[in-house]
C-alpha cells in the first residue's frame, strides 16, 4: 500500500456536484460589484471560519448558509479545500468581467 496515495474527491460526488452548481451561478452574474460581494463573503469566511472549532461564529454560519455549505463543512480538511477552490473560482470570475 502506498503512503503516499492522494485522497482525491470523487467525480460526481455531491461535493463536485455543488462545485459544479456554485460555477454556474457565479458564470450567471454579471454586476461586477455582485462577484465582488461574494468574494468578500468568501474571503471573510476564509479568514474566520474554523472547520476544527465546532460551530462557527454568527458572521460565518450566516455565510455558510447563504451559499448552502453546511452539508460540505462536516469534514475540516474538505471545509478548507472548498472554501480555497470558491475563493479561486470566485476571484477568476472577478477578474473576467474586468476585462
Do not use: W
Request: aromatic fraction near 8%; charge should be negative; hydrophobic fraction near 30%.
Amino acid at each position: 500500500m502506498n503512503s503516499l496515495q492522494k485522497n482525491t474527491t470523487i467525480p460526481g460526488s455531491k461535493l463536485e456536484d455543488y462545485c459544479s452548481s456554485f460555477e454556474a451561478k457565479l458564470d450567471q452574474m454579471n454586476e461586477f460589484s455582485e462577484v465582488e460581494k461574494l468574494l468578500l463573503k468568501l474571503q471573510f469566511l476564509g479568514n474566520n471560519y474554523d472547520p476544527f472549532f465546532g460551530r462557527p461564529e454568527d458572521e460565518c454560519q450566516q455565510i455558510v448558509e447563504n451559499l448552502n455549505l453546511t452539508p460540505h463543512l462536516q469534514n475540516p480538511y474538505e471545509a478548507t479545500n472548498i472554501i480555497l477552490r470558491l475563493l479561486d473560482k470566485t476571484e477568476e470570475r472577478l477578474n473576467a468581467l474586468k476585462q
